[in-house]
C-alpha cells in the first residue's frame, strides 16, 4: 500500500495550489483521509481531513476559510485546494489514512497523527515572494 501526495511548489502570497493524494493499493473512500503539513522545528499539524462514510469534512482554524478538502472516488484521489497562500503555510504537507476514525469518528480526534497509520512521502509547499 503506498500514498503518494503531489502538487507542492513555490508560490507567492496570495497564490493558489493544489494538492492530490492518491493511492495504488486501497480505495480511499473506505478510510478518513487527513492533510497534515510539517513546518521545520514545528510539530506536525492536522490541516483539514474528510470522511467518506458519512461526508463529515473538517478544517484546522488556521487554514479555515482558504483550503478546501474534496475527493474523487472514480479517480481514487484526495484534493486540497489551497488559495489565498500565506508564507506560515510553507511546510511539507502529507496525506494520511485513518481506518479508526473512518468507522469510529471522535471530532476532537481527527487530527491526531497517530490515528492515521498509512502516510505519504510529503510534497513541498513554499509561499514566499
Known amino acids: 500500500v503506498q500514498l503518494q501526495a503531489s502538487g507542492g511548489g513555490l508560490v507567492q502570497p496570495g497564490g493558489s495550489l493544489t494538492l492530490s493524494c492518491t493511492s495504488s493499493?486501497?480505495?480511499?473512500?473506505?478510510?478518513?483521509i487527513g492533510w497534515f503539513r510539517q513546518a521545520p522545528g514545528k510539530k506536525r499539524e492536522g490541516v483539514s481531513c474528510i470522511n467518506p462514510r458519512d461526508g463529515t469534512i473538517d478544517y484546522s482554524e488556521s487554514v479555515k476559510g482558504r483550503f478546501t478538502i474534496s475527493e474523487d472516488k472514480f479517480k481514487n484521489m484526495v484534493y486540497l485546494q489551497m488559495d489565498s497562500l500565506k508564507p506560515e503555510d510553507t511546510a511539507v504537507y502529507y496525506c494520511a489514512t485513518s481506518e479508526i476514525l473512518y468507522y469510529s469518528p471522535v471530532r476532537t480526534q481527527v487530527f491526531t497523527p497517530d490515528l492515521y497509520l498509512q502516510w505519504g512521502q510529503g510534497t513541498q509547499v513554499t509561499v514566499s515572494s
Open positions: 493499493g486501497i480505495g480511499l473512500d473506505h478510510y478518513q
